[in-house]
């Protein structure tokens, strides 16, 4: 860690002299809107809410545009939670990146970027900043990027959790490689989680997650394909961690000279046959944008230990007035059986169908509108579940200035 502090002191001053910034910049503001009916219980009950995600940024660029500093304020609120109308004190508001990069450091293909940002990797199947969320991601750390005509590397050490004043060191880390060649349209990355903290003499974390992902044309176009792999390894205590995952789509235009596509994919991370044996089997997902995957309704975000593995299908269909409508169905069940209370077992969940359409450049605003019903297994949820209902609709705004000198 020391090492890391050490290098990005040396890199900023071997950068070139001390930028002097001009006084144009430009300003980013992003207001989004969205309400949801939420009746996701399967007892029949909902829950409405409404959400407000608000974002002020401002790009600073030096006046030879080899420095630069980006600064966005973000507020985000459920409507009522602050008590509307009232004298309370409000805690929303808050910096959702704040960083400096400085381009040409040492080599002109070189550039470090350090502070708050987001980081979207691939197809964000094990890092993304989520943005469907109303707070969305946003990490601290250093960031080295390096580019030429063949492809692009980063190294980054991202700081999630820092224990200020405790010695030794117990901070949690996720520090990386990611590499993009151009030619292949392929990725590769080496991730390790580490955490300091000790149980008995073993660390808390020492993971490490290895792949690749790529996303190709194919048949001059018409098709395409999309796939992540990953292998994690390492430790969680006394555990030993042996676990993987395989994300796969592939997809075609039916329509020759039309945008519509129609896909078919499948989600599949490892589970944990015995989790009392002294061996993590079950794919742990990092920091990744669930959203994306898995169903709209987000029943299965979060890492368990039987696994998990969707099957599903896409269709997007262009339509007149600039409409994309879409439809997603989804066939979920565990990668390892989970045992019923009459001791049989079964890896049943149930299945789910999204519906949403979207409508951009509604003024200067983009309208979104969805809805998802879930069907649940008999073994998952019981013989009394009724189906699982979500909506929303949501509104949002982005605006860009270019402020003169």
Known sequence: MKLSFCLVAC?????????????????????????????????????????LRSRLGLHLDSDEKDTHVFVQIQDSRRLGDENSGSL????????HQAFLKVDNVFSPKLSIQVGRFEVNHGAQRLVGAVGWHNVGRSLDGVLLHGAGPRGSLQAFQLKLAEQSGVRPDIDTNLYGLYGHLVKANADGFVY????????????????????????????????????????QTGSAGSNDISAFMIAAEVGAKPIEGKPHRVAVGVDYVTGDDDPSDDEIKAFNNMYYTGHKFRGAMDLFLGSNSGGLMDLYGKGAYFAPHAWKLQVHAHLFQTAED???????????????????????????????????????????????ADPALWGFMSWTVNLSSDVGK
């Open 11 to 51: 890199l900023l001053l071997g950068a070139a002299s001390t930028p002097t910034f001009a006084t144009d910049a430009r300003i980013d503001t992003q207001i989004r809107w969205r309400a949801e009916n939420d009746n996701r219980a399967f007892d029949g009950t909902a829950v409405s809410s409404q959400y």
């Open 88 to 95: 309370s004190n409000d805690s929303n508001l808050g910096v």
């Open 192 to 231: 390790y989680d580490r955490n300091d903290r000790k149980t008995k003499s073993d660390r808390v974390l020492d993971r490490w997650t290895i792949g690749a992902h790529t996303n190709r044309k194919l048949m001059e176009e018409k098709g395409d394909v999309v796939a992540t792999v990953a292998f």
């Open 338 to 384: 989970f045992t019923l209370a009459d001791n049989s077992s079964s890896s049943s969940l149930g299945a789910e169908i999204d519906f949403f359409a979207t409508k951009k450049d509604i003024g200067r605003a983009q309208f979104d509108v969805g809805g998802s019903v879930f069907f649940p297994s008999e073994d998952w949820q019981g013989s009394d």
